[in-house]
Nanobody, 127 residues
Framework: QVQLVEFGGGLVQPGESLTLSCAAS????????VGWFRQAPGKEREFVAA????????SYADSLKGRFTIRRDNVLKMVHLQMNSLKAEDSAVYYC????????????????????WGQGTQVTVSS
């Protein structure tokens, strides 16, 4: 089992960058795939990025490729989401999620694959 806590959200202006972090607790973090999702008011939870377990690589939502980068540190049990050139439409609550022993990106892009979730952190992009 793993517990997740996100932090780093806040208010930024359009065009600025922001890095979100997710701290995990529990054992064998390297065995977990991790994902970032976001949810804006009135909208469904949307896939942002995922890093599969066991060194399997990363995946991004097509619309976010080139602006967002997911990185993980298995020693520190941290996952980061670097967001560049932020736009107003990036405003949402961002969630970190984890699932054990999953490397199939067709599954990792859906929220139902993840049994473990953080509480979310708000990102607001506004001038």
């Amino acid at each position: 089992q793993v517990q997740l806590v996100e932090f780093g959200g806040g208010l930024v202006q359009p065009g600025e960058s922001l890095t979100l972090s997710c701290a995990a607790s529990g054992r064998a973090f390297s065995n977990y795939a991790v994902g970032w999702f976001r949810q804006a008011p009135g909208k469904e939870r949307e896939f942002v990025a995922a890093n599969s377990c066991c060194g399997g690589g990363t995946s991004y939502a097509d619309s976010l490729k080139g602006r967002f980068t997911i990185r993980r540190d298995n020693v520190l049990k941290m996952v980061h989401l670097q967001m560049n050139s932020l736009k107003a439409e990036d405003s949402a609550v961002y969630y970190c999620a984890a699932v054990a022993f999953e490397s199939r990106f067709e599954k990792l892009s859906g929220p139902d694959a993840y049994p473990y979730w953080g509480q979310g952190t708000q990102v607001t992009v506004s001038s």
